[in-house]
């Protein structure tokens, strides 16, 4: 009864051990998802965005995709081969159409891309559960990536797990060298974002372009904040929020992940 928002932030989360974020995603299985393994994974990255929706539609391994330039070398070597989840993407085309948000088209050849594959093989590194992916659309609002989640709810009592892969902050031209403190555009926005999620003020999330302070300076482009709406969207109807991790790197990269929980039934 939970989905996630995870902030993936560097790519060099894969190697550096130095990262606190990279040891957040290795006690996964300890200590934020202590349960029997998903029967699959529905992976919203924010590194898969099309104006038109989609599916990785995979019979067999997912292909690793390296969607970074000028990392380590050794960057370029790491392979996340979890096998496809052909029946869980059929699923999730038939709910999002159903929902009326037009034709979801299969994809029978992408792999996994970095916002995906980085935290899963740190997650699950055995890469053994089955993973799909779903698009987001940068060209439309918070708003229908939240209700584009609302159509995804019902994943959650069929065995599937959600996970939304993106960054509570996210601008490529204002970063800036480890051990420098976060500007103050991207503490404030952080800040806000953690307040109105625990409070409860989703409605300021889904409008934070009118409610959070420097929105343009956390996100220039909103393919990485969409993600948490998805999440937030398929959580439901008065689901509360947890913050399960903190922590920054390239001095305005925030990592706050954020676990929702569907409000229990009466």
Partial sequence: ??????????????????????????????????????????????????????????????????????????????????PGAPDLAKRVKELVEKAGFGKVKEDESRGLDHGAW????????????????????????????????????????????????????????????????????????DHWLTDALLGGRYEDVINYVDKAPSPKMAHPWPEHFYPLHVALGAAGEGAKAQLIHHSWSNCSLSYSSYRFTAAQQS
Avoid at 159 to 183: I, K, Q, Y
């Fill in 1 to 82: 009864m939970e989905t996630f928002f995870l902030s993936h932030g560097s790519p060099t989360l894969s190697i550096d051990e130095r990262l606190p974020a990279r040891h957040f995603f290795q006690s996964w299985k300890s200590q934020v998802y202590p349960r029997d393994a998903p029967k699959a994974i529905l992976m919203v990255s924010a590194h898969w965005d099309a104006a038109d929706l989609a599916v990785n539609l995979i019979h067999g391994p997912n292909d690793t995709i390296y969607d970074f330039y000028g990392f380590p070398k050794p960057m370029y070597k790491l392979k996340y081969p979890a």
């Fill in 118 to 189: 980085v935290p899963l093989m740190l997650m699950y590194p055995e890469a053994d559960i089955p993973v799909c992916q779903l698009t987001v659309n940068s060209r439309k609002d918070a708003a229908y990536h939240y209700e584009l989640g609302k159509a995804l709810a019902p994943l959650k009592d069929q065995g599937f797990l959600l996970v939304a892969s993106g960054s509570a902050t996210h601008n490529l031209g204002a970063l800036g060298p480890e051990g420098v403190p976060p500007p103050s555009w991207a503490v404030d926005f």
